[in-house]
């Protein structure tokens, strides 16, 4: 479904300021595979994922989806088969439109705009009915700006619109981490049910290490551009957060410095 093939990636190159963010990466994503990224600051996960989603250009490699190579392709583009939830909820709705137009939009997306834009009763129905599903009274809410929403309602629409077409690869941006534990772990809770019932192929970057090893079915860790450890299967399920730490250690040679904020 997703194959990032030794994919490189610099930024201001041949200046003093060059950084190479991407080091010949590889990775390959099954059907209904839920990868969760870890890394610290400065590691790649971040712009592997902007790679794939078309933000940034590669320098060298590929990236296919869905068994077609989209590595030239525009980010508007890609987003025909792409789900994506960013950390900011502000950035995956508009705020000065009603929810159920926000949920049109995100369904119609790649289509072309005409006069049958306008939102039926029919369509209506099947808003309340999905929103119904998000156990957050939205679905009694529709014409309500999403500006007046909070963070965490946000967020659950915004994952909402983002798999409304069910999409080839969704990719979670640190999604839970502008908001409060408790409301991320909703988010997080209602994330899994969500490509669980539908089978979505998954990529989740996250700075939390608790919530990388909870979630998804398999782990990989990105090291100055590279990924350095991949883990799946009942491998993953017995991986505590300690052997995590002793694993990055004996790849890496160095202690992870952050740990205060990858254990909150």
């Known amino acids: 479904m997703l194959d990032v093939k030794k994919v490189t990636k610099i930024f201001n190159p ?7 963010a991407l080091h010949n990466v590889s990775l390959k994503l099954e059907k209904g595979d839920f990868l969760t990224l870890i ?10 994922l902007n790679c794939i989603a078309g933000v ?10 869905d068994g077609k190579d989209v590595t030239n392709l ?14 900011d909820p502000v950035m995956g709705t508009a705020s000065n439109m ?24 029919k369509e209506r129905e099947e808003y309340r009915e999905l929103l119904t599903t998000l156990g957050l009274g939205l679905e009694n809410r ?25 999409p080839k690869l969704l990719l979670l941006d640190e999604h839970a981490a502008a908001l409060d534990p408790k409301t991320a772990q909703k988010v997080l809770k ?8 539908n089978n979505l192929t998954t990529l989740m970057v996250t700075h939390n290490m608790r919530d990388a090893i909870r979630h998804g079915n398999r782990l990989m860790m990105m090291y100055e551009g590279q990924i350095i450890l991949d883990i799946r299967g009942k491998e993953k399920q017995k991986l505590t957060v300690e052997d995590l730490l002793v694993r ?7 202690e992870f410095a952050e740990d205060s904020t990858l254990l909150s």
């Open 248 to 254: 990055f250690g004996a790849v890496s040679g160095e």
């Open 142 to 166: 529709l014409g309500i700006k999403v500006g007046m929403l909070s963070g965490g309602q946000r967020q659950a629409l915004t994952l909402l619109m983002a798999t409304i077409k069910k």
């Open 56 to 65: 940034y250009p590669v320098d060298n490699g590929s990236i296919i989806i």
């Open 190 to 197: 209602l994330s899994d049910r969500i490509i669980k019932e």
């Open 14 to 20: 041949r200046t003093v300021n060059e950084k190479i």
């Open 98 to 121: 009603g929810i159920e137009e926000n949920l049109a939009l995100a369904l119609r997306r790649g289509q072309r705009r005409g006069l049958s834009w306008g939102i039926s009763n």
């Open 74 to 87: 525009n980010e508007y583009k890609r987003a025909t088969v792409l789900g994506r939830v960013f950390q």
């Open 39 to 48: 890394g610290g600051n400065g590691s790649g996960k971040s712009t592997l």
